[in-house]
């Protein structure tokens, strides 16, 4: 059965350095999201993207952060200059299609630790 | 602003009924998501609820009211491995679509 996947597992990372979260959504979805999850807390939706562009993005998405799909394959998030508060587990997600792809699809999560 | 309310913590024992309750308060109303995390997991769907009733997948059911802004997921014949904590997520449109969760409830199932 296909599923997204999400590397690393887990990042560890000095305030101030840059990450990039990879995700390989399931193959034939065109929708892609990021959430992330601070520990104990709700799931918080970042931003989605179809078409190789963002199609919207939450407050907490400010220009800290960016979305790319370098190829036709991978979906990554970067967290520029990184602070403390950004350790949390984060999730890509896909779904089949907007409309009608209420189901989205999780990975299995990176979780990235900022000291 | 846009807010979902959820219990934090219900508890039941093997073999019992369970509700799950979401009130939400959203413009651009869509559908009403569920989702089940277990510790250290990822979210999974479990169901969604466009238009008002109830959904019935094997032991889990969701009802969706939209007039009263509510929903609820109902587990039956609760099982140990049950115990994880439920998200209840609103789907909204102005424009594009965007996921609002809740704030999950923990469901602890007793032997």
């Known amino acids: 059965e296909p599923e997204v996947t999400q590397t690393p597992s887990h990042q560890v990372t000095q305030m101030g350095q840059e990450v990039i979260l990879r995700c390989v959504p399931i193959s034939n979805h065109l929708y892609f999201y990021w959430y992330r999850q601070i520990l104990g807390q709700k799931v918080e939706f970042l931003v989605s993207f179809y078409n190789n562009e963002i199609s919207e993005k939450s407050e907490i998405f400010d220009d800290q952060f960016s979305v790319e799909r370098p190829d036709g394959s991978n979906f990554t998030l970067k967290i520029r200059s990184t602070k403390l508060e950004d350790s949390a587990m984060y999730f890509c997600?896909?779904?089949?299609?907007?409309?009608?792809?209420?189901?989205?699809?999780f990975g299995p999560g990176t979780r990235l630790t900022v000291l | 602003g846009q807010s979902l309310e959820q219990p934090s913590e219900v508890t039941a024992v093997e073999g019992a009924i369970v509700q799950i309750n979401c009130t939400y308060q959203?413009?651009?109303?869509?559908?009403l998501s569920w989702y089940q995390q277990h510790d250290g997991g990822a979210p999974t769907f479990l169901s969604y609820n466009a238009l008002d009733g109830l959904e019935e997948t094997g032991r889990f059911s969701s009802f969706l009211s939209r007039s009263d802004s509510y929903g609820y997921l109902l587990l039956q014949e609760l099982q140990m491995k049950d115990s994880a904590s439920y998200f209840c997520a609103v789907r909204v449109f102005s424009g594009t679509y965007k996921y609002i969760f809740g704030t999950g409830t923990r469901l602890k199932v007793l032997a």
């Open positions: 997600a896909s779904s089949p299609a907007g409309a009608s792809g209420n189901e989205q699809f």
């Open positions: 959203t413009s651009g109303f869509y559908g």
